[in-house]
């Protein structure tokens, strides 16, 4: 649907936007996630030509973009772009909701009738006569979702669509992303920098750090296996460093990190340096003189807890094995386990749970 | 203090008898402060426009000169076109000079600068993202434009009414080009000078609260068109092709 071919954006001397490749599909959600200030703007006012590239080109559906302005505003109307901050004009919902109609010269009844259709789509049936500037931010993005999809765009592009918005209207906004794209099969391309919804809401995501895409795949790959240490503490992971391979039977390899021996899957061979990665969601908490039970966890490791944040329903447990390693556990569950700082624990990892990577170099204490 | 009141009481009959040299003088004000506010509207909110959506060599220069102009003083105006319209002047083959057309003439280079330069920040008061999200729709430049003035009508009006408060209130460029002619160039700012001079303070009071009557009118007006514009109007002017 759309190519990115050696997109590169300068605004000066600055690269805002590093050499990019990328190809998105016909219907697919794909989220651009990194941290602000990171490039996601800069790649979604590139692929709806509201900016010209420094070098490379976009094609849309093969055709190359670097075009005259013409050609260009038909491409462009082919997309529609919901931004960060909705800015609404001050009249109605219905004109506000009319213009891209207005602007292509759709006759006033066909408008209308759109329009209305539009706004039932997100849940604003009755709201066409009032004046758009009096809107909370929530329904004012509603809106704007509205005015972008009146005109039936075949690419909907989503700047942080939820970026300032309270979470029940998050979630609308999310659901009705979902909808849009199933009912319709518009293709989505969105940027966020919260990683949940980029993994709910993505068929595929394209991970942008410092004005590059460095990893694309779908959530399991971004979240599970990030390509490198950066990525890996962008999507939430803290490494453990310092690993050794001492053996390797067909993929099943034993790793050792100072005193700890690690099972874990990995094609790396005996004698090269290893990072572990593994989700805090992935490490089971239990008490270190309870049951150690006989369930599937092959790595078991005692240690004693440093540090309890609190995290929405969620408290992120940092326990010292000689190395640190974060479980994320329930608030429940840590209430049940008794847990504090100080409590010696026992984590348990399963060995299919831990992505390996070759280590970068720097030492665990380093 | 009884001159005052005297010029209120004056000021009252002169409008309640419709006395008719009074009325020539601030008809004539009118017509010459309004004509030289339409005239400058219609060149300032283009060349406003012009230099807000573009970006040149010295733009930043053009705008501080356009805002050292709002300092210029009236009759400095009125010896620069008296200058150019007097019968030796290059323009004095139009015979302006001591006409109301002069007069308007004057007016309208008066008030060029500053309509233009209030033009130019009411239409970066519009939001950047107003610009970018008009764009995303798929309007074309003529259309985004369109619709940014239409987004900064209100502080446009501002930028009108403050030039129409300008002509209508200046003396400089009536005396020097208009003469105070009666009956033919006379108008009530000169009118206030001249009974002023000769002593007719009551009358001159009078006169000056006219003048504000004529502003309040057409302050109003102006707000009632512009309110209009974006209720009822915009359906006439701003269907589907509009």
Known sequence: MIRLEGLTKKIGTQEILKE?????????????????GSGKSTILRLIDLLDWPTTGRILFDGQDTAAPEQVRLAIRRRMGMVFQKPAVLNTTVAKNVAFGLKFRGIPEAEAERKVQDALKLVGLPHFADRKAVTLSGGEMQRVALARAMVTEPEVLLLDEPTANLDPVSSELIENLIIGINKKFRTTMIMATHDMIQGQRLADRIGVIMDSRLVQTGIADEIF?????????????????????????????????????????????????????YIRPEEVTLTMADGMMGTSSVRNRLRGRIKKMVPSGPFVRVSVDCGFALTSLITRRSCAELGLAVGTDVVAGVKATAIHVLPDEGKQPDA | MDDIIQGVLQATDLIVTL??????????????????????????????????????????????????????????????????????????????????????????????????????????????????????????????????????????????????????????????????????????TTAITLETGMGEFGFSIALGIILLIIALIVVVTLNIITSGLSSESQKILGGPHG
């Open chain 1, 224 to 276: 599970y296996q990030p390509k490198h240490r950066d990525i890996a503490r962008l999507v939430g992971i803290d490494p453990v460093t310092g690993g050794m391979i001492v053996e390797n039977r067909g993929g099943h390899a034993a790793i050792r990190v100072g005193d700890t021996c690690f099972e874990a899957m990995t094609d790396l061979q005996a004698g090269q340096r290893a990072a572990l």
């Open chain 1, 20 to 36: 990019t490749d990328l190809e998105i599909r016909n219907g697919e959600i794909f989220t651009f996630i990194g941290p602000s």
């Open chain 2, 19 to 188: 006395n008719p040299g009074v009325m020539q003088i601030a008809l004539l004000s009118l017509y010459i402060s309004l004509s030289a506010t339409l005239i400058a509207a219609l060149i300032s909110i283009p060349i406003g426009g012009f230099i807000h959506f573009h970006e040149f060599y010295g733009k930043r220069a053009v705008i501080v000169l356009i805002q050292t102009l709002y300092s210029v003083p009236t009759v400095v105006v009125g010896l620069v076109i008296y200058l150019l319209i007097s019968r030796s002047g290059p323009l004095g083959f139009l015979g302006l000079l001591f006409t109301p057309e002069g007069m308007i003439l004057g007016q309208t280079v008066l008030i060029i600068p500053i309509m233009t330069g209030l033009v130019i920040s009411a239409l970066s008061g519009v939001d950047k993202s107003i610009s970018d999200t008009l764009v995303a729709l798929g309007a074309t430049g003529f259309q985004k434009t369109l619709e940014i003035v239409k987004e900064a009508r209100f502080a446009i009006l501002s930028a009108i009414v403050l030039g129409f408060g300008r002509a209508i209130a200046e003396v400089g460029v009536a005396m020097m080009i208009g003469g105070n002619i009666r009956g033919f160039t006379r108008v009530l």
